[in-house]
Structure formats: C-alpha cells, structure tokens
C-alpha cells in the first residue's frame, strides 16, 4: 500500500512474519526498523507538508510496543542455565514473555 508517497509494502510484509514467528528476534527487529522509518518519514513529511498527513498513524505506540516484544524475545533467551536473572525467577519472567508474545501473535 502507498499512502501519499509512504510506502508501506516492506511493513505490511514484515509485521505478519513477526506475528507468525515471535520467538524470531530478526522479524521482530526488521518489523521495528520498518515502522521506525514510515514513522521517520512520516515525521519529515508533516514538517515539511503540515495538513498533508492525518494527525497520527500510531507508529509510536506500534514501535514501542515492538520494542517491548523484541525484549521478551532476548529475555526468553537470556533465562536458560547460565542466565544473570535469579533462578527463582526465572520461571516467571518467561511465563510473562511467553504471554505476551502469544498476545501479539494472536492480535
């Protein structure tokens, strides 16, 4: 999809693809950099065109909320063995980054 000059192709290709594989951290992250630049450009356009965009996309929300995923991702990995987290609560923290990669793969 273009929407006024934006390209949104590679980003509606990369978000599904997180969504299909979140204990992916490479999607996630490709997914994130992608928003990041609609969202940069975006940014660049409303300066230079004020009125020419609608107020918000929610790229914002969307790429914090990646940035949050992307997290869980690297904690999932960082709670084995030889993890620096406590061993007690190990268990808990991948519950939660489980559940909320879960979330995000259903929604």
């Known amino acids: ?3 006024v000059g934006l390209n949104t192709r590679d980003l509606d290709k990369a ?6 594989h979140p204990d992916d951290e490479e999607a996630w992250h490709l997914y ?3 928003l990041r630049r609609l969202h940069q450009q975006h940014t660049l356009l409303s300066t230079l065109q004020p009125g020419l965009l609608p107020a918000s996309m929610g790229q914002e929300a969307r790429a914090s909320t ?10 999932l ?3 084995g063995n030889h993890s620096p987290f ?3 609560l190990r268990p808990v923290l991948r519950s939660m980054a489980r559940e909320r990669l879960k979330k995000a793969q259903r929604g």
């Open 1 to 3: 999809a273009v929407f």
């Open 15 to 20: 978000a599904p693809r997180a969504k299909r």
């Open 32 to 34: 994130r950099r992608r």
């Open 66 to 75: 990646l940035g949050e995923l992307q997290d869980d991702v690297l904690l």
């Open 77 to 79: 990995k960082r709670c």
């Open 86 to 88: 406590p061993a007690e």
